[in-house]
């Protein structure tokens, strides 16, 4: 989410006691709002602009310069996120995994030696987390809850029951570079191994 001084209202009501006549500051903040959250190379461009438009603005006073330079903070400041938000998204599209590989990562997930108890959902469920994020993962609590209730299903009553049924599983790609993990008695698990997120089991 952009600071307030990057959108068309937050600038027009923070720069309302400067009376800056050029107003366009204001057209390009609302191009900039209207561009998709991951257009990132055109978001850069469009801050550039505004940064360059922003220097051409009169600052005779010390306020109006204190202003126009918290502007420019703000402007530097969300172009150097988009910058490696945009690194990390050509990271991202650019690993691709073979089943096997996909595989191989999600196996590396350490489950055994965890117990939960079913009549404590809350503190099943963040075990079951904890053991997802400790190995660098990301985890939706949706799965931990999937993996309690619907378990049994697949005989997983613990961690190491869920270690081995991912062992003994199979990857096949998915739809935007997610995978489905089979498990035995037709169960699956969703992730995605280029985000290393467990998403849900199925």
């Not at 609302?30 to 990132?40: C, I, K, N, P, R």
């Not at 204190?66 to 903070?73: E, G, H, M, T």
């Not at 996909?102 to 079951?128: E, M, T």
Request: charged share 30%; with cysteine.
């Amino acid at each position: 989410m952009e600071p307030k001084l990057l959108t068309k209202d937050g600038w027009e009501k923070a720069a309302e006691n400067f009376n800056f006549k050029d107003n366009r500051i204001q057209k390009k903040l609302a191009e900039f709002e209207g561009m998709a959250t991951d257009a990132y190379q055109e978001r850069i461009t469009c801050l550039s602009e505004l940064r360059n438009l922003a220097k051409l603005l009169p600052d005779e006073t010390k306020n109006a310069a204190r202003f126009l330079a918290d502007f420019l903070q703000a402007v530097n400041g969300e172009q150097g996120r988009l910058v490696k938000a945009k690194s990390a998204a050509k990271a991202q599209a650019d690993e691709t995994f073979t089943p096997q590989e996909a595989a191989n990562l999600i196996r590396k997930v350490k489950f055994s030696g965890l117990i939960w108890d079913p009549k404590k959902l809350q503190k099943a469920h963040q075990a079951i987390d904890k053991a997802i994020k400790a190995c660098h993962w990301k985890a939706y609590t949706h799965f931990a809850k999937r993996a309690v209730k619907r378990g049994p299903k697949y005989n997983i009553h613990t961690g190491d029951d869920l270690q081995d049924a991912i062992r003994a599983g199979r990857s096949q790609p998915d739809e935007e570079g997610k995978f489905m993990h089979r498990i035995a008695r037709g169960g699956y698990i969703m992730y995605n191994p280029s985000t290393r997120t467990i998403i849900t089991l199925v």
